[in-house]
């Protein structure tokens, strides 16, 4: 017992290795601030990149939403070289659609045979919408087979024939 | 008398003293050992402050590297290219198609256009084709803004056969891969 207190007191009063326990407890609060920095850097990098995910994912979501209808598509006269094209639009889906193309085939005549307008026809959900559109194309009669193609700004298409 | 005796020791004892003080200062032992502490203190300071520097530089340097990248990758992730139509001419043979940007990134650029056959058969890939103005046929330097259109033409060679299917692959100036299809006339 005697011994066990005097090998107790000689441990407490005894300095040796205070400084290796200084240093090494600067030194882990060095590395942990390190580790902290980098850490948080990290995490904002990281927080950036899935918000940039999360924006692409909504542009899929969007144009896989996007269902638009084209009803009674029709060629009338529009002139030389020229016809117009009627047709009804439906937005069948929850978010609008910005029609930014109109693609005109003009399937009787050999080659050279597309033409195209731009168009910024906005549907809001559920609208329904009757349109004419001039195309110009060289050779082209209203009495020819077209094929019709309207491009979303979403670079959704839908095609329709005409005659 | 005793008084006397008194003043005598306190003369003596700072005699002493004065002695003692004056050997200390003339004594020149341990001054090397000063003169070399202070010395290698100054290295080890200048040395640490070099190294805390060329870490603290390096470590910019990483974070700007990887923030670059990161802002790269999510430029490129959300790149949407659109195929709106492709028009290939059997007289002329070349392949226009025309695109649009849809995505959130801008400056779309084409690095490389491939094509297949119907049975994914390789047919021909051709580097940086240029990008023209759907409507003014105008150069676009740049590559597409979002929400912008253009076209851009190719000579396939060998040349495409009327009324077949075939599947075009666009890769990006980052680096993302759009795969669409046609069947020529």
Known sequence: MMVHSLRLNKILRSRKGYATLVATIIMVMVVMFLFYNVYLFKLRSDADYQNAISRSQQLDGDQASEKLTVLNAAATNGGTDAVIISCTLINDSHIPIQIVRLWLVDVTLPSSNTANVTLNLVLQPGARAFRSFLVTLPGAQFLHSFSARFVTSRANQVAARIN | ?185
């Not at chain 2, 502490?37 to 910019?60: C, E, F, H, K, N």
């Not at chain 2, 390789?122 to 590559?143: E, Q």
């Not at chain 2, 990006?172 to 069947?183: C, L, Q, V």
């Open chain 2, 1 to 185: 008398m005793p008084k006397r005796r008194k003043k005598s020791i306190i003369a003596q004892s700072l005699s002493v003293a004065e002695r003692q003080t004056k050997r200390l200062i003339l004594n020149k032992k341990a001054v090397s050992v000063v003169i070399s502490t202070i010395v290698v203190t100054a290295g080890v300071l200048a040395m640490g402050i070099g190294v805390l520097y060329w870490a603290y530089s390096m470590g910019d340097i990483a974070a700007h590297s990887y923030s670059k990248n990161e802002a790269a990758n999510a430029k490129a992730v959300q790149e949407r290219f659109g195929f709106e139509f492709i028009d290939y001419s059997n007289i002329s043979n070349v392949l226009t198609v025309n695109v649009m940007n849809w995505g959130d990134s801008g400056n779309l650029t084409i690095a490389n256009v491939y094509i297949y056959d119907s049975t994914h058969q390789y047919l021909g890939n051709y580097s940086r084709p240029v990008l023209r103005n759907i409507t003014t046929s105008a150069l676009i330097p740049f590559g597409l803004n979002v929400g912008n259109e253009g076209y851009f033409q190719v000579t396939p060679n060998p040349a495409l056969s009327a009324g077949t299917f075939y599947y075009i692959r666009i890769i990006t100036g980052r680096g993302r891969t759009f795969d669409g299809s046609f069947a020529t006339a």
